[in-house]
């Protein structure tokens, strides 16, 4: 016999998104189950890079970017705990002429949206820099992004939402989800949820949910290949990218060096991921062109995460099309975790007011109409 519950709102994923939704959404009084089939905070969310960048983003994601990043100041305030965020800016690095030009552009672009970059030519850049390598001939610096450990970020959502009251249920995967009367039914194997709304932060598996409301997605896994090396003396004193990707870095107090860079492999039927040994190595190759001091420094683990990624890399986030009351949050494409404060906000104001503060239009689930999914598809939800 199941267990039944009677809320205003099912969350249905406890990443970083589902639980920052919990939490806003309990402020706003609402009653909360939140559904997550694993434990809070252990999938995308906390095995990521790390990385808290407004820089380099989709423009369509810069107004929920800015947004956010103020969150990420009052984070251990508002948490209760300390989850290691620090403004140390981030590096985004040139290796020629035309990179340098791209990036003066994006600054450019950015700063219609409110946020400052600052171009640094090769001799500015080495003088307060002189750990880079000889490729790198420029920047373009955002001094107000930061990093922070995204162990600590999920969980102390998850901690938070439980101590406001949200009925927080790990090792519950949500096997269906339909609509009942004029709210819906979520089912574990062992609870049936009723509520008014639904909320569908399931991160990479969110794809089949909205597949259950008539929604198909082209939502294909994305599985960034991460390094880690043992503490090393502190001097890289920023979080770096690189014109036109390949490999990012940063330095943590305790000194480790965390890198990511290409794609390991990933399962999303099992649940699982795994890095890939020649992508670990190829990403510790570009990062020794950039910081030439790593030479020598012992790698001491690699990992893999999964995340959702959509066709034009942006979320999906809003109402669903077909199904009144259905909010659907995901396809983050590897740049959600700096987004996720304000996602639980966005997710709050749409239950609450019909309506966000901020531009969503880019991020309509409508602009997929028509495409087929492309995950393999099992009966209901998905484990
Ligand atoms: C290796 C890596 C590096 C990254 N680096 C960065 C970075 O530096 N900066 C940045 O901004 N972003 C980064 N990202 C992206 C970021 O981590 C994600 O976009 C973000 O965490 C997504 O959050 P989420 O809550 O949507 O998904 P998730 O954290 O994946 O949460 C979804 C949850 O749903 C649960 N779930 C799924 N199906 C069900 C079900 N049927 N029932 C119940 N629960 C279910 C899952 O178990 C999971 O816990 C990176 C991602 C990866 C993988």
Redesign the pocket.
Known sequence: MSERLRVDVTI?????????AAVALRKAGLTVVL???????????????????QQGRHLAELPLARRARPLWDELDERLGEDVEFQATGHLKLARSDADMAQLERYAQDAAEHGLRLKLLGASTLRSEHPWLGPDVVGASLCAEDG?AN?RLV?PAFARLARRLGTDVREH????S?SRSGDGFETR?DRLEVQSRFLVN??????G??AAGFGEEVPLRP?????LVTEPLPFFINR?IGVCGGGV?LRQIARGNAIL?GGD?WGDTEC?R?RPMTGTSLDAMTSALALVPALAGSLVIRT??????EMPDSI?VIGFSATTPNLVH????????????PI?GEIIAELLTQGRSASPLAPFAIERFAGATQTLPSTA????
Request: proline content about 4%.
């Open positions: 249905v994923g406890g990443g970083i998104a589902g639980c920052a559904l997550e089939k694993n434990l809070c905070g252990a999938g995308a969310s906390g095995v990521n890079f790390g990385g808290v960048r990093q995204p999920g519950a995967a949500a096997i989800a574990t932060c399931a991160g990479v598996a969110a089949r949910i994305l599985v960034p290949n991460m979080s990012y990511g390991g649940n991921s990992w893999a995460g999964i995340d959702g979320p949050a995901f396809g983050f494409s590897g740049h959600g975790f700096q987004l996720g996602v209901g939800v998905g484990q």
